[in-house]
């Protein structure tokens, strides 16, 4: 059976995404933002509300916090979805999360106030003051991907939406909610609920002048190492899991995950995901494709 899909943005979205993004220190290395990002960023808030971010965790707290805020009724504004979580009765908050989940925050008048504070004061000390240029090509890239949603099968146009991930229904899917993001980019956030998976994706939209799309110099530099294009090789012949990957590769895990990132990231592979992991990975030659295009533009 195939799932539903539905495209969602409201600048709620990508408030969350931008804390996401501030709270994974581990990934600054790897996002388009960097790490002077982060430091920047970091220099504007005030110390209560750092101690507050450094004291939150990306588990499941936060996983429900996604969860609450895509089942939010209201979401035109920033300031009416943090008016509804305040005024939000702790009873509601379980009815409303028990359609997808058993298991819930110990203390939920502290999980409410916690995201509230963080949501608030974030959207206050920063959120509020970044280019209005991000949210508009946003909601331009949500519009045209609502349009786009109907010409092709499902599965293909998530695939093309994501650049790269076939989504499968191993749990139940029957809803997938992609919803375009700009903070995290390169990488993706996946959440998954039973018959409800949510998924912030790499818009691959740029703020910046640069001559040079971030997307297209990211897809020239992921082809930089050998043993990158022997892995590219490697999965053309059809899908393979990680551990296949890396026996036939012969060289550290943590080395060729950091390939299958570049190379994910980058468009070249499709990603097979259950849940919210990846099971495998194949050539995705419409991104070579892609590649040689854009080059050649560039070039003409």
Known sequence: MEYEVEIEFEPVYELVSSIHTFICKKSNKKMDLGTSWSAEVAGKLSPELLSALEETELGNDWKLLNLLIYQCPVKESVDIVLDWLERLPVGEIYETLAEYVSVFPVQMDHFRSRMHFLLSEWNRQYFRGTSPEIIGKLRQHA?????????????????????????????????????????????????????????????????????????????????????RLKIL?????????????????????????????????????????EGENVTAYSLRLEGIHRMNEQLLEYLQ
């Open 233 to 273: 090789q490697s999965l053309g012949g059809g899908r393979k899991t990680f551990t296949e990957i890396a026996r036939q590769a012969g060289i550290s895990k943590g080395i060729v995950h950091d390939h299958l990132f570049s190379l994910r990231c980058a468009g070249l592979l499709h990603a097979y995901i």
């Open 143 to 227: 519009d045209k991907q609502r349009l786009e949603a109907d010409k092709k099968a499902v599965s293909d146009f998530v695939n093309r939406t994501t650049n790269g991930f076939y989504f499968l229904p191993g749990d139940g899917l029957r809803k997938l909610v992609l919803i375009p993001q700009f903070h995290f980019q390169p990488a993706n956030i996946i959440y998954s609920f039973g018959p409800l998976t949510i998924c912030h994706y790499a818009a691959r939209v740029s703020v910046t002048d640069e001559e040079i799309s971030p997307s297209m110099y990211r897809t020239l530099r992921s082809l930089g190492e050998k043993s």
